[in-house]
């Protein structure tokens, strides 16, 4: 158990390390924030589409509780998603963000500093099972989620199992559109807590203006190696 927690939380730091840029951001003060010096999240709520999160009753609560673990004298700074029940089975998520996270029991956003840019995850529900997705699908429902606002809706690709998470498969789906004159990408990662449970997964979203989407998607998967507890 010890060994694999180390493994984790190596590829966890490995990736942030090498695929992190330096990004420029203001100073300010964030009691919210799981990290002493935060970074401003520069309107992406107010200036893109966020779409709500599920109505159903949930199983993880997003608010993130900090904690800290040790590897070989270093010391990891994760956070905590707890459930919402102690039903058997049921768990905390840890998780490593590459930037300073947020929540609240539905959601949690990670503030991006740059303009635009805001990632997140929560839990949601298909109107299929996951390995039934398919462009239509997605279209009517990613419809519902965006609302008003958006125009030239546009799939750029459907990939299964881009990463597993702790061995679980997924599929994400990358999509361009505009919002009130500006220029989306935006990629949504979706796996399953339990197999063939379309009512319960879990989506990790980042969205971006498509000139820094690249190295930012990249970033954020690479810090989903360091989920655990899923």
């Known amino acids: 158990m010890i060994t694999e927690m180390k493994a984790v939380c190596s590829i966890a730091l490995l990736g942030l390390v090498l695929l992190q840029q330096p990004l420029r951001a203001e100073d300010t003060a964030s009691s919210k924030s799981m990290r002493p010096s935060a970074l401003q999240f520069r309107g992406a709520n107010a200036t893109l589409p966020v779409a709500p999160s599920s109505d159903t009753a949930a199983t993880v609560d997003f608010t993130p509780v900090p904690k800290e673990t040790k590897l070989e004298g270093a010391t990891i700074?994760?956070?905590?998603?707890?459930?919402?029940?102690?039903?058997?089975?049921?768990?905390?998520?840890?998780?490593?963000?590459?930037?300073?996270?947020?929540?609240?029991?539905d959601k949690a956003t990670m503030r991006i500093p740059l303009r635009d840019a805001v990632a997140s995850m929560q839990r949601v529900t298909l109107p299929v099972a996951l390995d039934a997705i398919d462009e239509g699908v997605f279209k009517q429902w990613m419809g519902k989620r965006l609302g008003d606002g958006v125009d030239a809706f546009k799939i750029e690709n459907i990939a299964k199992n881009p990463v597993k998470l702790n061995g679980k498969p997924t599929v994400e789906v990358t999509m361009t559109y505009g919002y009130f004159g500006r220029n989306v990408r935006h990629s949504i990662l979706l796996c399953e807590r339990h197999e063939g449970d379309k009512r319960d997964l879990i989506s990790f979203e980042i969205q971006s203006a498509p000139a820094d989407f690249q190295q930012l998607h990249r970033t954020f998967q690479s810090s989903l190696y360091s989920l655990s507890g899923f």
């Open 77 to 105: 700074h994760l956070v905590q998603f707890r459930p919402t029940s102690a039903a058997p089975g049921t768990r905390s998520l840890e998780y490593q963000p590459p930037w300073p996270i947020a929540g609240t029991p």
